[in-house]
């Protein structure tokens, strides 16, 4: 643990939640080692309102991301999962996954991540949505459930790597080293694993520490160059039959997801969706 007055914040399993209040830093540790952090529902509803919590604390200007054990996250528990929509409804995992861009990107508390080992699927999402994302030389990348048919639709890679490099990481299921990329800017720094923890939270109380609002505007102001990003979030999640419909390969869309499709079309139809944040209206037939 790094020096600084740190106190628990008590009620969760998979995710160790501490705030340093005179420092105005809150850090969440994923922490399910065992499973590399891979999450599952449970401990993926705790980051969702741990990262919450600490965006709405009266004492937090600042939120560091970082995984207990050998890998920061590796993404979705497919055990879990293929146990999960084995039960019958093959739209189980969807229902409950939204994603962790409300989390990150969506905050108004700026967001670091440290990431030792594996950072996959979601993990990857989780670690580059952070608005400084750290690394340490250990630290892969990547999406490697595309190999197996499940279709990735993380904007993180166009955001960062820019459109032909990030479709041939994210088509082809690569995982990347930070370390071969770090002339890419995939990452804002790679630290030595052993000060990675300790440059996280320097650069969060670095963040904390500045006026008010400053750094809420500066992020404001550069993720809106990504405001695309919502768009086509909205288009995958509700509209596109060939990838967001599937929850693995082999599994044919369920009548819930079918269902979201069309009501989506019809409130489109019926003017009680912002077309500002969805796509042109010949793509929903298309």
């Known amino acids: 643990m790094t020096t600084g007055n740190w106190t628990r914040i008590e009620g969760y399993e998979f995710v160790e939640i501490e705030v340093d209040r005179e420092a105005g830093v809150g850090w969440m540790r994923l922490n399910r080692p065992d499973k590399l952090n891979a999450f599952h529902i449970a401990m993926y509803e705790e980051i969702a309102a741990g990262m919450v919590a600490l965006d709405k604390h009266p004492d937090v200007r600042a939120i560091l991301i970082s995984g207990n054990g050998r890998a920061f996250c590796t993404g979705r528990d497919f055990k879990f999962s293929a146990e999960l929509q084995s039960q019958g409804d093959p739209s189980a995992w969807r229902k409950a996954f939204r ?35 750290l690394a340490a030389p250990s630290a892969i990348f990547g999406y490697p459930e595309t190999r197996h048919g499940i279709a990735s639709k ?13 479709k041939e990481v994210v088509a082809t ?21 052993d000060r990675l923890l300790e440059e996280g939270v320097a650069v969060a109380r670095e963040l904390a520490a500045m006026p008010f609002g400053v750094t809420q505007t500066v992020r404001r102001m550069v993720d809106w160059v990504g405001r695309d990003m919502v768009r086509v979030s909205t288009h995958d999640r509700l509209f596109d039959h060939q990838t967001a419909s599937y929850d693995a390969a082999g599994i044919e869309p369920s ?32």
Request: net charge positive; proline share 6%.
């Open 99 to 133: 994603t962790f861009f409300p989390y990150t990107t969506q905050l108004s508390t700026p967001t670091v991540s440290a990431v030792q080992g594996y950072a996959l699927g979601g993990g990857s999402s989780l670690a580059l949505g952070a608005d400084i994302t």
């Open 154 to 166: 993380s904007m993180l890679w166009a955001w960062s790597l820019g459109a032909k490099l990030s």
């Open 255 to 286: 009548p819930w997801l079918i269902g979201l499709r069309d009501q989506a079309e019809k409130r489109w139809n019926s003017g009680g969706i912002e077309k500002v944040i969805l796509p042109p209206k010949n793509v929903l037939h298309s």
């Open 173 to 193: 299921g690569r995982l990347i080293k930070a370390v071969d990329v770090e002339h890419l800017k995939l990452v804002s720094a790679i630290v030595p694993e």
